[in-house]
């Protein structure tokens, strides 16, 4: 068994492959903080009594079910530890994806309806489990064989399950998930505005006025509702969103830019205070690999 890893103060786990699969079961007594990937994950909860945050959403998860967040989706599991909490998580790289897809099959479908629909979570039809559970007993075994071709079955294997997620979410029903699933649409309205314009003025006045809201009732709110103040949320999807467009070749001043950081030192602080790393020693840390 494998546990995930904390490798910053708000990212847990880092994956060097096409996917990586750990089959976990504990008992938690601790507060887990909110936390995010680079890349897309997937849990099968098995077993326990935990609900599940993302973004301003909460899942009380049922056994078998189908959990699916994106990368740079801040989220966390609360978990009763007077119960073993067992599950299967998946951890899935973007390049996994990009060689993999075809233009008649995008694999990450299911996590752009997500976003989409603001829904997460997929609940199975309990007669239809055993596809599931064979399928990634499949991929476990596959990942322990060293025999000739494991590889190549283990990421076939993979790509067959992730075509089955994608036929699942597509069947959804959200009615039958109301009772275990609960958010507040103007919460997650927010959260969609603030996440597709990084770039602008998002200042809580600014705000409070496109949501005809007020501006106390706002930020207490949106803590109530994600566990973050409006400000520390704004400015930790901005420094997310600065990394990996520098990670993908773009310069710092640019990068922090087009993020809405107006004042460069002060994109700098906040920078190396969220990573642990300044920026240009980020920079050259990529340029090194």
């Known amino acids: 068994m494998s546990k995930e890893i904390v490798n910053n103060k708000s990212k847990r786990g880092y994956l060097e492959k096409d996917f990586a699969l750990f089959h976990i079961k504990d008992r938690i007594n601790l507060e887990l903080e909110f936390h995010y990937h680079d890349f897309y994950k997937i849990l099968i909860f098995i077993s326990g009594k935990v609900t599940y945050l993302i973004e301003g959403r909460a899942y009380r998860l049922k056994p078998w079910d189908v959990l699916l967040v994106n990368s740079n989706e801040l989220h966390k599991p609360q978990i009763d530890a007077s119960e073993s909490y067992e599950r299967i998580v998946i951890w899935v790289s973007p390049a996994f994806f990009e060689k993999s ?10 996590f752009q309806l997500a976003i989409k629909e603001n829904l997460n979570l997929i609940r199975q039809d309990p007669t ?22 494991s590889q190549l079955l283990s990421n076939s294997l993979f790509t067959q399950f992730m075509i089955y997620i994608n036929r699942l979410y597509l069947g959804v029903d959200k009615e039958i998930l109301q009772e275990d699933f609960t958010y507040d649409e103007r919460i997650c309205s927010i959260i969609s505005y603030i996440n597709s314009n990084l770039e602008r003025d998002l200042s809580i006045d600014t705000i409070a006025s496109l949501f005809y809201l007020n501006k106390y009732y706002l930020m207490h709110k949106f803590k109530k509702e994600t566990g973050y103040t409006l400000h520390n949320y704004i400015l930790q999807k901005r420094l997310i969103m600065a990394k990996g467009l520098i990670r993908s070749g773009y310069n710092i001043t640019e990068a922090s830019a087009r993020c809405g950081f107006n004042d460069y030192s002060n994109f700098s602080r906040a920078f190396k205070k969220m990573f642990d790393i300044s ?5 050259n840390s990529i340029t090194r690999n």
């Not at 920026?279 to 920079?283: A, F, G, N, R």
């Open 101 to 110: 897809n075809t233009t008649e099959c995008i694999l990450e479908t299911c």
């Open 128 to 149: 239809q489990l055993h596809i599931l559970r064979k399928i990634l007993s499949q991929i476990e075994e596959a990942q322990r064989n060293s025999e000739f071709g």
């Open 279 to 283: 920026p240009q020693k980020y920079v």
